[in-house]
């Protein structure tokens, strides 16, 4: 009897000793909500409008060499730039529609197009024709991207299906089926996922390019996904909605922040390696953020060219030069933006406008 009776108590102090441990527990303060610092940065400016477009500037690609980029636009025709200068070297004309994707390969002399008309081509940068053409959509093809190792294309449109081409031989290698809506935007890798597609049916998917399947199918997004953002040296990618920006981790697809604070239709996004996300709006807003701790330094409108409406403020696509530190925007207005950090800002004369909150939102 007395065993039982010394049992009871040791099991009535054990319950004990673990309520107050899960009462301490509840009261010590947890390290996962205290946020990190955000580094602090200059903020940008606008530095260079350039006009020669008759339509809105839908693609923008910059060559690896840094020396020029192009621009595809609703005039139909992509137009090659001098980065240093920003005057026209060269108008390409095939397309019979607005001009929706470019990529410049960094292992060929080829530039890669994709249109509404349906068509895909391939230009050679030597000869300034088209080389290829790559059939197979079913309608406007909204997206292109070129594989950084393989010599492989991936496009993406309004049939809701990604086509993995073979550069050379035009073959469509795969076609990456799942998504129900529009295909906004494609993005590759080299790791896994190899390919992330963005879509109007509120999906991100992360595709499994050996296979041609789905890896993972994110579904955290209220509304269609415009826009995809790889991060130049993490392992690391964004992807937006109206009034929403994601982080995510690879290759899983782990949501790890939202950046909360860009409350327009977002239709564009643009990384650099020092940590800067620009997310560029329908209305001409723009707001710089911090990748690390999804801190947003600046918020700005994009001004219109003289002569336009107000309806047309509004940011269509953006990519950074290969440093980083100039970004092109192209806009609603008919004009290609050029913008720079401001460097002679400093934290004195623009101090880290930052207040540490409690909770993180992880949906």
């Given amino acids: 009897m007395p065993a039982i009776r010394e049992h009871n108590n040791l099991s009535l102090a054990t319950t004990a000793a673990k309520s107050t441990k899960a009462r301490n527990d ?30 809105w500037v839908r693609a923008l690609a910059v060559d690896p060499d840094n020396q020029w980029f192009a621009s595809g636009a609703g005039d139909r ?19 019979i529609s607005t001009v929706r994707g470019l990529a410049v390969s960094p292992r060929h002399p080829y530039l890669f197009s994709c249109a509404e008309d349906k068509k895909v081509k391939c230009w050679d940068l030597e000869t300034n024709k088209v ?3 790559y059939h197979g959509h079913l309608s406007g093809v909204y997206t292109l991207a070129l ?27 795969h076609v990456l089926s799942g998504h129900t809506g529009t295909i906004a935007d494609v993005k590759c890798q080299e790791g896994d996922p190899q390919v992330i597609t963005g879509s109007l049916d509120h999906t991100v998917r992360l595709w499994d390019l050996a296979a041609g399947k789905t890896m993972g199918t994110l579904t955290h997004h209220k509304k269609g996904v415009r826009a995809l953002a790889i991060h130049p040296k993490e392992y690391t990618f964004a992807s937006c909605s109206t009034g929403s920006i994601k982080q995510w981790k690879c290759p899983e697809g782990q949501l790890m922040l939202n950046f909360d604070g860009h409350n327009s239709i977002i239709n564009t996004m643009a990384c650099n390696e020092d940590n800067v996300l620009m997310s560029g709006g329908d209305d ?30 509004g940011l269509m696509t953006s990519t950074f030069d290969q440093t980083g530190l100039r970004l092109i925007t ?16 400093t934290e004195e004369t623009h101090p880290l406008d930052w207040t540490p909150t409690l909770g993180r939102r992880n949906y």
């Fill in 77 to 95: 025709t992509i137009k090659i730039w001098d980065l240093a200068s920003g005057t026209l070297k060269l108008t390409l004309t095939g397309h």
């Fill in 284 to 313: 001409g807003s723009m707001c710089f953020w911090d990748w690390k701790t999804g801190h947003r330094f600046q918020k700005i409108d994009s001004i219109a060219q003289p002569g336009s409406l107000d309806a047309e403020m």
């Fill in 147 to 173: 594989h950084p190792t393989l010599d492989v294309l991936v496009t993406g449109g309004r049939d809701g299906a990604a086509r993995v081409w073979d550069m050379r031989t035009k073959s469509n290698v």
């Fill in 330 to 345: 192209g806009e609603a207005d008919k004009t290609i933006k050029v913008w720079k950090q401001d460097e002679n800002a």
């Fill in 26 to 55: 509840a009261l010590i303060r947890r390290d996962v909500t205290r946020q990190p610092k955000p580094q602090w940065q200059p903020p940008w400016k606008l530095m260079r409008v350039i006009s020669g477009h008759l339509g």
């Fill in 131 to 133: 080389i290829r053409d």
